[in-house]
Structure formats: structure tokens, C-alpha cells
């Protein structure tokens, strides 16, 4: 009966206290990598897209990004937490294949930065509303509005 419980609590996006620990780690590591993603990317939208409106949200994604990655990574240390270094081997195959995309740059980039903002906003606000560190919890709160009008600034150009 007890993993029928945790089976159930979990397929609803409740964690047992003692998971948030790893809930803090994989937070961190998720939202690094994608700022990471988007900030790679959008250098590549700066050489790569024929539109200005893609290339200007490329040069404040960028901004925004690197200005994300500061932040969280004086959390992370503060809550002593690792920081990743790199993006991970999906998003490095994202990446590789938008090097490659030629004409259909634009769309491609945009479609990836919408699905992978998508992704960290799940996260972000689950963490929000159940994690376990204050001071992590209070910065996944602060973002997600944030995040949100990255997604809305990335449909406004598709």
C-alpha cells in the first residue's frame, strides 16, 4: 500500500521531503543548462537568422541569459549546490543540428528556445511551489514570470 502511495504522489508531482534535496540539484542543473542552450543559440541567431526582429531578441536573450546564469549560480553556491559547466549531450545535438539548418535557421531556433523555456517553466514553478530551499524556491518564483514572457517574446516572432 505504502508504494501504491508514493507511486500516486509522485505520478501527481508530490516529492517525499527528503527528495528535494536532488529536486534543488536537478533544478539547477535543468535551468543552467538551458540558459546555457539559449545563450548558445542565440549567438548563432546572430549570425545565422536573416530577420532583425530574431537577431534583437537574440542580443537581449543573451543578456537575460548570462544575467540568469549569475544569479542562479550565486544561489546554487550559496545553497551548496554543484553548477554545470556545459550544456548536456541533447541539447549539444540541438545545437549541432541548428548549425546545419541553413534556410530554416529561424524557425528551428525559435521552435527549440519555445520547447526548452517550456520545459523550465515546469520546473521552475513545481520548485516554486514545493522546494525546499528558500532561497532557491524564492529565485525559481522569480523567474517564472520572467519565463513566461521569454515564451510569449518567442511566439510573437513565429
Same mark, same amino acid.
Given at each position: 500500500? #505504502? ?14 521531503? &527528503? ?12 535551468? $543552467? ?7 548558445? $543559440? &542565440? ?5 545565422? &537568422? ?9 542580443? #537581449? ?17 550559496? &545553497? ?37 523555456? #517550456? ?10 511551489? #514545493? ?28
Amino acid at each position: 500500500m #505504502r508504494v501504491l502511495v508514493l507511486a500516486l504522489a509522485a505520478f501527481l508531482g508530490f516529492a517525499a521531503p &527528503s527528495a528535494h534535496a536532488a529536486d534543488a540539484q536537478a533544478l539547477v542543473d535543468r535551468a $543552467a543548462v538551458g540558459d546555457m542552450f539559449e545563450v548558445q $543559440a &542565440s549567438r548563432m541567431a546572430l549570425h545565422l &537568422s536573416r530577420e532583425d526582429a530574431v537577431r534583437d531578441f537574440a542580443r #537581449r536573450t543573451i543578456v537575460a541569459h548570462n544575467e540568469e546564469m549569475v544569479a542562479l549560480k550565486r544561489v546554487a553556491d550559496a &545553497s551548496g549546490l554543484e553548477f554545470p559547466e556545459k550544456v548536456d549531450p541533447r541539447r549539444r545535438e540541438i545545437l549541432d543540428t541548428l548549425m546545419q539548418s541553413g534556410d530554416r535557421f529561424t524557425p528551428r531556433y525559435l521552435a527549440a528556445l519555445a520547447e526548452d523555456n #517550456r520545459e523550465v517553466l515546469k520546473l521552475l514553478e513545481g520548485y516554486a511551489a #514545493r522546494g525546499d530551499r528558500p532561497q532557491l524556491r524564492a529565485h525559481a518564483a522569480a523567474a517564472v514570470p520572467q519565463v513566461r514572457a521569454h515564451i510569449a517574446a518567442i511566439e510573437a516572432l513565429q
